[in-house]
């Protein structure tokens, strides 16, 4: 290889060969004069190699070498201890050998599979015999006998091996979930408050990993990987094929966002422009209803109806979703929908939750909110620890009873400024419909909802075509359902928030519940 090659490949890694030096010496002078040994080492001889590509090797060999010799010389001074009448003495290079063989091997246990890494920790560890780890493992003794010969075979393999930590060991990734179900998804919800599983999610994503591959991946070592992997398969969040595991729910990511939000802005600036005149033609035959709170503000009342369209569109366009995909897959927690997520901090995200046809035990009355992020400083309304209490707390409210004593949310709600009560009596701070009048709303508004689930199909189809380029093959069969149902949402979303921006719905500087109501069924 020629010198000036070789020098420009060392010029390009002067910055690798010193931080190696460092994390080897700990000192910055020492690490200075090791990788300058290393740079004048190389170039001496690298006129010897007859490979080019080899030349990586080449330095990095040198590199371990000039470490030794190094370490030779800073040890030279000291002092034999003549009085050891043993039969070895242990050389500074081979006490930094035999440290950095027992940090790889180290490594190399903490990469193994359950069984290879129980078998080996016992018995040369603990020295338990292969019966007796026959015996605990639940295994024969031969097996235990192979898994023992298979490990050896592994663990000197992977000594000699270089191996890198992936990204996600030093710098998570962000992953945050979402679900669409018709019931709780608390457990899903509380599985993801740890960054792990999500990173396991993201990592396993675009193709099947193996246990060791996320093990470096995710820099942590198996025995850790393993209880979240179960947890993962055991909701049938990740699937195992093959000793290999992979992401089994779609993940939209930001670039797939970014596209599709550009692609369909033309579609909702129409919708919204249309639904806004439409809207307003209605609003005088809406604002003659009887119901409590018709004696809010116009901009309210607005925001009232205008939210009740889009849900209601909303809910016609998932049920043209359930006619033409089929119902809700069942989800491990009994409940049916879709758990899916996203490779950012909800960056793209339109909502802070939506609550639509909320009811709890008999209560004869239901509740909706539509949390849009965009008015998240005037509306955020979120259930507690407990749905039913939550719930029971609004619709008490919706039906004016008295205070159940026994329901703590109830004054959390108060004092967020979503019911009040006078005399222990609870009244609500929202529209509240029977169900005779929420029928008549329903009729005024048909042809706006019928407009917009139009909108909303058209933008949701063209959404399922697209996703498929962004997800893996394994998932491409999910994708059809799922788009619609998210961007059923997110249609909903541009309409509102491009109303907003054009001044034809105004979001209050101070707290309004503008798109929540309930419906008196009783």
């Known amino acids: 290889m020629e010198q000036q090659v070789a020098a420009k490949l060392l010029e390009e890694n002067l910055h690798t060969i010193f931080s190696w030096a460092m994390s080897k010496l700990y000192d910055k002078n020492d690490a200075e004069d090791l990788a300058h040994d290393v740079i004048c080492a190389v170039l001496s001889s690298v006129s ?5 590509a080899a030349f990586f090797g080449f330095m990095w060999r040198t590199a371990d070498n000039m470490l030794k010799a190094y370490i030779r010389r800073k040890r030279s001074t000291a002092v034999f201890d003549e009085s050891f009448r043993g039969v070895y003495w242990e050389s500074p290079e081979s006490e930094l050998i035999s440290s950095e063989d027992n940090n790889l091997l180290r490594r190399e246990l ?55 930590f992936g990204e996600k060991s030093y710098n998570p990734a962000i992953f945050r979930p979402d679900f669409w179900t018709n019931g709780s998804n608390i457990e899903y919800q509380e599985l993801f408050k740890r960054r792990l599983p999500g990173n396991i999610l993201l990592a396993a994503y675009d193709k099947p990993l193996t246990i060791t591959e996320l093990s470096l991946e995710l820099g942590v070592a198996t025995a850790y990987l393993e209880d979240e992997l179960n947890i993962l398969r055991t909701h049938d969040i990740i699937r195992e094929v093959s000793g290999k595991y992979q992401t089994n729910i779609v993940i939209f990511t930001d670039e797939y966002e970014k596209h599709i939000s550009a692609k369909f802005k033309p579609y909702y600036e129409a919708a919204a422009q249309r639904f806004s005149a439409e809207l307003d033609d209605l609003l005088p035959e809406l604002f003659k209803l009887d119901f409590y709170g018709n004696d809010y503000t116009h901009n309210v009342l607005k925001w009232t109806f205008a939210n009740i369209a889009l849900y209601l569109a909303m809910c016609k366009a998932d049920d043209m979703g359930v006619e033409k995909y089929g119902s809700y897959p069942l989800l491990s927690n009994g409940v049916h929908g879709f758990i899916f997520g996203y490779d950012n901090d909800y960056v793209n995200h339109h909502f802070n939750g939506i609550y639509g046809c909320c009811k709890a035990g008999d209560i004869p009355a239901w509740f909706s909110a539509v949390n849009y992020r965009f008015i998240e400083n005037v509306q955020k309304w979120q259930s507690g620890p407990n749905w039913n209490k939550s719930i029971s707390a609004l619709l008490d409210a919706a039906l004016f009873k008295n205070a159940d004593i026994n329901n703590d949310e109830i004054v959390r709600y108060i004092s967020e400024g979503y019911i009040s009560s006078a005399g222990g009596k609870l009244s609500p701070n929202f529209p509240v419909f029977t169900k005779s009048v929420f029928k008549q709303v329903e009729n005024l508004l048909t042809p706006c909802v019928n407009a917009i689930t139009g909108y909303i199909e058209e933008v949701c189809s063209l959404a399922a075509i697209t996703l498929k380029d962004y997800v893996p093959r394994v998932l491409k069969d999910k994708c059809a359902h799922l788009a619609y149902i998210h961007h059923q949402m997110d249609a909903i979303a541009f309409i509102a928030e491009t109303m907003a921006a054009n001044g034809q719905l105004f979001i209050p500087d101070k707290k309004a519940n503008l798109c929540m109501f309930a419906v008196d069924e009783s």
Do not use: W
């Open 48 to 52: 010897r190699l007859q490979n080019d």
């Open 110 to 164: 903490s990469l193994l599979s359950h069984q290879y890494r129980e078998a080996t920790i016992g018995h040369y560890i603990y020295g338990k015999s292969c019966s007796e780890l026959s015996a605990e493992l639940g295994i024969s003794p031969e097996t235990v006998k192979l898994y023992l010969f298979k490990t050896r075979k592994l663990l000197k393999e992977g000594i000699g091996m270089t191996r890198e």
